[in-house]
């Protein structure tokens, strides 16, 4: 049994010291040995920006693509080899501004994999512009003035595209942050974590402390249920999505790979490339 | 008694022209005819003028015909707009429906036939298009018993009732064409052929039965003209052996998806047109510097930006092999018929498993779309060649060490594993990267890792990297194409032979790296070189020029109005060149 030690390598992190992102990867490495993966049987498929960095600390296989794409990339890994375990992750300009049209239609194709993003509202790599998830009014070097464009709320968009896991955890709170991390890998379906990981160095807003002046944790929320979908948006909407736990999850509905006509119960890598003779004679004979 | 014979439908979009040709081309390809189709038609689903273009022949053809000797007509915009490839002899018919009338300057003759009333007088004017299936048959002096099968084949599930019905429409069609023909009937008897057993198919069809040839068991893609056909076809062929086909939100989406598929172990493709590649670029130099195996098929159309969607066009050449920013490895291939295409098709995936690079596999429109007599495809010609994919267990290391996955070796090309391997693991990324893939600016490893990817492609094996048709060891023209322009230029050497020009042949099926060594000594044995190219740039010529020099030699005949060419214009053309 891998310990979560087997799922460090010896990389030195880039990421400046005080970064939310450094509890997301030993959340990851964490959860995956308590939920009994072994570094061979995990692929960590993450985007581009300080985040994206991610799939090189973690010992595991590991795709560093392009920017926004880590979620066609991590769907095309999974199709192959559905024994495996992939996780997608990246930042928020990855997943809502360049990728968001892949983040949308991932929640709703429900490919068995876990999604996390680490968003700090701001765009930290290129130094400090705007995101989609800066709020309204926010200064930086690309809106000296001050954002004029309304933020987007992942959460509530992820519900109304028919997500299965929707959760939402704060990259102080480790022991949480692995439960959830845990649970989206446990689901039989797209599991989309957002997870609160402030940028110490460029966004001087939404710092920890301000993030522990607002958050709400769902668990202390009496009556919260995270099956009532009409409950889930509710309680975002009260509020601000400035919520943790998880938010929704529906275990009824099948994953994508379980709804395949005929898709092979084998991981396809095991698939013959080669066709009976049998088999090429009666294709090529539709043609005759 | 006649070898050949070019017949023509036409109407507005909607209206089952389509079907009317496939019905007449699947039943003369099973009597042994070479039948080669091309489809004019619009960017619209209802509307606006069609029509299908079918050569009949005795001998293997791959081109349409000069002109034309049936023209069945729905309405008078067909008559108007083709009449003009006419001649003397041809015959025209059309539903009296239109009160067609007959141009001035045509030495062809109309036959008025109540296409649409025979039809309905038989229950269902949808089978106008029988009736004049019927009435050509009586020009061609053919049984009409001919037809019963395909009809058999295609309205059986609909009932014995249809089935007759169908064919008794054509009966009618027949019989009514015999009266009006009088001593004109079988004007254009066709030449007996020889009965073989071919296949009838588009260039897409060869291109996804090649893929499933070559292994190819997962492909992502979103619909573009002239490629969905590959994906239809996939859609429905791969559940049968453990895999699907996944239509993805964008180009890039599929572009990616097909990525990491590939990167997962399993052999997966995507395919589009111009707009769909242009999409692609970033993700196909991902595929580069990570050396992940892609297969990318490319039906070129009409550029740039949306351009001419359902035309024909080979504008695509320099994006294909220059296109994405950076430098990376990619191998490019043309293939210039059918069976070509899916030979080349299926070898694509053992070139892109045995180089690690993206591997374009480019057609056209014509070649795509253009339905076709093909030669019975043998599979077991198709083999599977997976390179220096990892198939032994590897040793654990002490401190598990990460994989080798970018080691530099002699050839370039490093062992390769697949997540979920174990001992395998190691990075990929899109950043350069040392041997265990861990992003790396050293300028040694730099040019270690560049020079390593480079290298993979510098002695490629292809099999036939050009195809040849060399009759003379030293020639006054050499002609040089790609893709579909093969079977045009084919006719017109024949007619510049005749002529007493000497001429070579060679279409470049390997167009990216370029080989050199076998197209040198061609343009070196030839007085002029030619290149014929469906675009406006030359840009085949210029990729010749590059390669081999002898700049002075080369000159170009394009089209580029979105029309394939005919062979009356490259044997013109040519001529003008003596």
């Known amino acids: ?288 | 008694m006649i070898n050949q014979l070019s017949w023509k439908v036409g109407g507005q979009q909607g209206e089952g022209i389509e079907s009317t040709g496939e019905i007449f081309c699947i039943a003369l390809n099973r009597l042994g005819y070479y039948l080669y189709g091309y489809r004019h038609f619009s960017s619209r689903i209802k509307g606006g003028h069609t029509n299908n273009k079918i050569r009949v022949s005795t001998k293997e053809t791959r081109a349409i015909s000069d002109d034309l000797d049936i023209l069945v007509a729905f309405d008078q915009e067909t008559i108007d707009v083709n009449y003009h490839e006419m001649h003397d002899g041809s015959i025209i018919i059309a539903d009296a429906k239109f009160k067609p009338v007959k141009p001035d300057d045509t030495e062809a003759s109309l036959y008025v036939v109540p296409f649409t009333e025979i039809a309905t007088d038989l229950g269902t004017s949808l089978m106008k298009n029988m009736v004049a299936i019927g009435a050509t048959c009586a020009i061609l002096g053919m049984e009409i018993s001919v037809f019963s099968e395909v009809v058999e084949e295609i309205f059986g599930r609909k009932g014995e009732e249809i089935v007759k019905k169908n064919m008794d429409a054509i009966a009618a069609g027949y019989d009514y064409m015999k009266d009006e023909l009088g001593e004109q009937l079988g004007a254009m008897k066709l030449e007996e052929a020889d009965g073989q057993k071919r296949l009838f198919m588009i260039g897409n069809d060869a291109i996804a039965l090649g893929a499933i040839a070559g292994g190819c068991r997962f492909m992502a893609a979103y619909p573009i003209t002239p490629a969905s056909e590959i994906m239809e076809y996939l859609i429905k062929k791969l559940p049968v052996l453990g895999g699907t086909v996944i239509q993805t939100e964008d180009e890039i989406a599929a572009a990616t998806m097909a990525i990491g598929a590939n990167y997962g172990g399993v052999r997966a493709l995507t395919a589009s047109a111009g707009p769909g590649l242009s999409l692609k670029m970033e993700a196909i130099g991902l595929a580069g510097i990570t050396e992940t195996p892609i297969v990318i098929v490319d039906t070129q159309r009409g550029g740039p930006s949306t351009g001419l969607p359902t035309k024909q066009e080979q504008s695509d050449l320099m994006a294909m092999i220059y296109g994405t920013h950076g430098e990376i490895p990619k191998i490019v291939m043309a293939p210039s018929t059918v069976e070509e295409a899916f030979y080349d098709t299926a070898e694509a995936f053992n070139l892109a498993e045995e180089y690690q690079c993206p591997v374009i596999v480019l057609s056209d429109l014509q070649l795509s779309l253009g339905k076709q007599t093909v030669q019975p495809l043998d599979y077991s010609k198709v083999e599977i060649r997976r390179g220096k994919l990892v198939d032994y267990d590897i040793p654990d290391t002490e401190g598990h060490a990460y994989f080798k996955r970018y080691e530099v070796t002699a050839d370039g090309v490093s062992p390769r594993v697949i997540p979920g391997m174990k001992n395998g693991v190691h990075h990929v990324t899109g950043v350069e990267h040392d041997e265990t893939g861990k992003p790396s600016e050293s300028p040694l490893n730099r040019k270690a890792q560049m020079d390593k990817r480079m290298r993979k492609i510098e002695n490629i094996r292809f099999n036939t990297p050009v195809y040849k048709n060399v009759p003379h060891a030293e020639s006054d023209l050499l002609i040089v194409g790609f893709n579909s322009t093969r079977g045009a230029i084919e006719e017109a050497i024949e007619r510049l032979e005749a002529d007493g020009i000497k001429v070579n042949h060679a279409q470049i099926r390997l167009i990216h790296p370029f080989p050199t060594d076998e197209v040198l000594p061609l343009v070196q044995t030839a007085k002029k070189v030619v290149v014929i190219e469906n675009n406006a740039t030359g840009q085949l010529a210029n990729i010749l020029k590059m390669n081999v020099g002898h700049v002075n030699k080369i000159s170009s005949i394009l089209k580029y109005d979105g029309n394939p060419f005919l062979p009356h214009e490259i044997h013109t053309q040519c001529k003008e060149l003596f």
């Open chain 1, 1 to 288: 049994m891998a310990t979560f030690k087997d799922f460090r390598n010896n990389v030195k992190p880039n990421w400046c010291p005080g970064c939310g992102d450094f509890s997301v990867q030993a959340a990851i490495q964490r959860a995956a040995a308590n939920v009994g993966l072994e570094p061979d049987n995990l692929a960590v498929i993450s985007g581009i920006g300080c985040s994206g960095r991610i799939s090189g600390y973690i010992k595991s296989y590991g795709f560093h693509g392009i920017h926004g794409r880590s979620l066609p990339i991590a769907q095309g890994v999974k199709m192959a080899n559905r024994d495996l375990t992939v996780i997608a992750s990246g930042g928020d300009g990855d997943g809502f501004a360049i990728g968001m049209g892949h983040t949308i239609h991932a929640i709703r194709r429900n490919i068995d994999i876990t999604y996390i993003v680490m968003d700090n509202q701001i765009y930290g790599l290129t130094k400090g512009q705007t995101s989609p998830r800066s709020a309204t009014g926010f200064k930086t070097k690309s809106t000296p003035e001050g954002s004029i464009e309304q933020a987007v709320s992942p959460m509530e968009l992820a519900l109304s595209a028919g997500a299965t896991f929707v959760a939402q955890s704060f990259s102080t709170d480790l022991k949480d942050l692995t439960a959830i991390i845990e649970a989206g890998l446990n689901h039989k379906g797209f599991s989309f974590i957002n997870v609160f990981s402030p940028c110490v160095t460029y966004n001087k807003i939404n710092t920890y402390d301000w993030f522990k002046e607002h958050l709400t944790k769902l668990n202390t929320i009496e009556g919260y249920d995270s099956s009532n979908k009409e409950l889930a948006m509710q309680t975002l909407m009260q509020h601000d999505s400035l919520v943790t736990g998880i938010i929704y999850q529906d275990t009824s509905r099948p994953s994508y790979q379980e709804l395949v006509p005929g898709y092979a119960e084998e991981p396809l890598t095991k698939a013959d490339l080669t066709l009976d003779q049998a088999h090429f004679d009666k294709l090529v004979a539709e043609f005759m």
